[in-house]
């Protein structure tokens, strides 16, 4: 174990290039009225509301049980109006870009980008 990294399996992987998708210009200014829309509207004892830059994460499981279908409601409708897309995780809900970019399609372009167009008769990933 090592103070530098916290105990599991680690995989370091180099790549020589980085990648930045684009986003609309009002991405990001949309992005933070939400935040601070949903901050004022739905923060109570018990939230945690992360600030992802265009995404935002709000976790609800320590607020008292009787508010929960109220503020997730409300947060929804908040995230819908905005433009984003409502992502559902184990007592938390997150605001998506309007961005269709997810795991596979940045495999598919490290792939790409890596080994080259020819990637498919050279490479063999493994999905885990």
């Given at each position: 174990?090592?103070?530098?990294?916290?105990?599991?399996?680690?995989?370091?992987?180099?790549?020589?290039?980085?990648?930045?998708?684009?986003?609309p210009a009002d991405l990001l200014h949309r992005a933070t009225s939400l935040f601070n829309q949903i901050q004022e509207e739905c923060s109570e004892d018990g939230v945690i509301l992360e600030n992802k830059g265009v995404q935002l994460t709000?976790?609800?499981?320590?607020?008292?049980?009787?508010?929960?279908?109220?503020?997730?409601?409300?947060?929804?409708?908040?995230?819908?109006?905005?433009?984003?897309?409502?992502?559902?995780?184990?007592?938390?809900?997150?605001?998506?870009?309007?961005?269709?970019?997810?795991?596979?399609?940045?495999?598919?372009?490290?792939?790409?980008?890596?080994?080259?167009?020819?990637?498919?008769?050279?490479?063999?990933?493994?999905?885990?």
């Open positions: 174990h090592s103070d530098q990294f916290p105990e599991g399996v680690h995989h370091l992987l180099y790549l020589p290039f980085q990648y930045t998708h684009p986003v709000y976790h609800y499981r320590n607020v008292a049980e009787e508010r929960r279908e109220v503020l997730v409601r409300r947060v929804k409708e908040l995230i819908e109006r905005a433009g984003f897309r409502v992502g559902l995780a184990h007592h938390a809900i997150e605001s998506k870009p309007p961005i269709f970019w997810d795991k596979g399609r940045a495999v598919m372009f490290i792939l790409h980008h890596q080994f080259g167009k020819d990637w498919p008769r050279r490479v063999q990933p493994i999905y885990i």
